[in-house]
């Protein structure tokens, strides 16, 4: 009955995050949330700091672990979708960095991928 439009495992392979237009527990037209590989629970919206009333999209976990990149409609976007930057520290994710120009452009820039 959902769209999952795009998704991202973690380094260690535990966790799935991925972007749905769900609407139980959805903030916006697209949400992202995790879930745990093992099965034994829901999937969870990641909440107003990551999600905004707008669209998200192209979820993206850096090898590192804790860095994630997203694109976003909402929060501090110079124009359509732009890709930010969420930092998970002390248990929760940090206020999403938009990366600027010239990777964010006035349209839209949603799937973003780095190395290592």
Do not use: C
Not at 5 to 10: E, N, Q
Not at 65 to 93: C, L
């Amino acid at each position: 009955r959902s769209h999952e439009s795009s998704a991202a495992y973690t380094p260690d392979g535990k966790t799935l995050y991925f972007v749905s237009d769900k609407q139980e527990g959805g903030l916006g037209s697209r949400d992202i949330y995790k879930i745990e590989i093992d099965g034994r629970g829901p999937a969870v919206n990641l909440g107003s700091t990551i999600n905004t009333q707008y669209g998200e999209e192209g979820v993206f976990l850096h090898p590192d672990g804790k860095t994630m990149y997203f694109s976003s409609e909402g929060h501090n976007s110079m124009g359509g979708y732009d890709i930010f930057k969420s930092v998970y520290q002390n248990g929760k994710w940090s206020p999403p960095e938009n990366l600027g120009w010239p990777i964010n452009t006035p349209d839209d820039d949603v799937f973003f991928v780095i190395s290592a």
